[in-house]
Structures are given as C-alpha cells and as structure tokens.
C-alpha cells in the first residue's frame, strides 16, 4: 500500500497584481509546514509540483528546512495536472458583461459601497461567478474550461499514480480546486458544483492524504492544518 499527500499551497496574493506570488504570510505557513514534517520526521520517496509558481515557492521553502536539518527530500517532478483551474481570469475576462446583470450588479454595488469589507465580497462574488461557470450557466470564450480543467487533474492524477511504487510515501504540492478534483476522483462524486464548493473549503499549506492500492485509491484524510496556529489560517 502506498501513500499520498498532496499540500495545498500558502497563501497567495490575492488582490495583487500577480497572484502567483506568495504572500509574506504564505512564506511563514510554508516555514511553519515544513518545520512540522521535519519533526514528525516525514520521509518522501517521489514528490511532484504544478506548473504554477506559488506551488514551486510553497515546495522550495518547505525544502530549504529539511536541507538545512540535513534531511533528504526528492527533487520535484513537473505534472501539469496539478495546476489550478483559471477561475479568476474567467471572471476578470467575463465581468465586463456581467456587471449590468443581476445579481452581479449588486454585488459589484456592495463592493464599492463598503471598502472595508470590499474584500470579502469580492470572494463572495468571485464564489457566485464559479457556481454557475463550473455548471455551465456561464461561458467564457478564450479561457480553459472548467471540465477541461476537471479532465486534465484526472490525467495528472493518473500519471502521479502510474509513477507510485509499492509501499511508497510521495507528496504533491498543488493547489485547492485541484485538491477538490482529486478527493472528488476518490468519493466519486460527479457533482461540480459540489466539487467547487470543497474548493472554497481547502486551506493553504493543508495536507490532505490517500492510500493506493491495487488499483484502489482511497482519501484518508481532508484539510488537516496541525502546523497552523489559528491566526495563521487562510484559504486563498
């Protein structure tokens, strides 16, 4: 039986010019996760990383404190199955016809009337926009599609687990949708909207784990934060 732990990310930049960067708060939640594998003395056979740079960041850091403990940690395999879905660039190429549509228009409405909670509801309406684009409500021409995204996880997954040997512990270090994809391949649940919503739910630098084998592969555990103290928590 092998065993798989796919690492979501640290927190990202959300709001800045370039999200993919890490938030200095995302380079502590990386120090602290991989102080905590240091000393719960975690040991990898494989590890594999996305494409995107906040995953690459949140796996170098997490390097840097087994190297400088003198402990070994594979050099990471590219699968680019493990990149995020574009749900933000869909909304940011969509918005502009959807702003004069409700229930857009209220939100952008809210967001502008109340700077101090423009953040929050900008995620709240950035939530609604992915509800009705991973069911197909709304299209965005020039963007990779939802269930594209959806068909490229199940493929990165399948290479992750053709490359797992008996008995081995490997790691992956993705992002949140695509940690929702892949406990949904496990439950087998086909609902998207439902795939989604666990998105919103999956905390950076959480672990989540599964067992393969023969063929089988099993989630173990979910979102699981035991290095995060509460004021450290964030899921973007």
């Known amino acids: ?36 594998l240091v000393a719960k003395k975690f040991s990898f056979d494989k590890v594999f990383v996305g494409p995107l ?52 228009k209220e939100m952008i409405a809210k967001i502008q009337a109340n700077l101090q909670r423009s953040r929050a509801n900008r995620l709240l309406m ?18 990779v599609s939802w269930k594209e995204f959806r068909q490229g996880v199940r493929e990165g997954l399948r290479t992750i687990l053709e490359s797992t040997g008996s008995g081995e ?17 496990a439950l087998n649940i086909t ?11 999956i905390r950076n630098t959480s672990y989540n784990s599964f067992f393969y084998s023969k063929g089988k592969f099993n989630l173990l555990s979910l979102n699981e934060i035991p290095h995060l103290e509460e004021e450290m928590v964030t899921f973007v």
């Open 169 to 185: 512990t490997n790691a992956a270090f993705t992002s949140g949708g695509t940690i929702s994809s892949i406990a949904a391949e």
């Open 53 to 104: 740079r906040r995953q690459q960041h949140t796996y170098e850091i997490v390097k840097d404190i087994f190297h400088k403990n003198k402990l070994p940690i594979p050099e990471p395999i590219l699968v680019n199955g493990l990149t995020e879905h574009i749900g933000h660039e869909a909304l940011d190429i969509a918005l502009p016809r959807l702003q004069e549509t409700t229930p857009f």
């Open 126 to 143: 950035f939530q609604h926009f992915m509800y009705e684009w991973v069911e197909g409500k709304i299209e965005v021409e020039g963007v």
């Open 1 to 36: 039986m092998s065993k798989l732990y796919f690492f979501r990310h640290a927190q990202a930049s959300f709001g800045a010019d370039n999200y993919d960067a890490l938030s200095k708060k995302g380079e502590a939640q990386s120090v602290e996760l991989g102080n905590y």
């Open 191 to 201: 609902d998207e909207k439902s795939v989604a919503s666990l998105n919103f739910s």
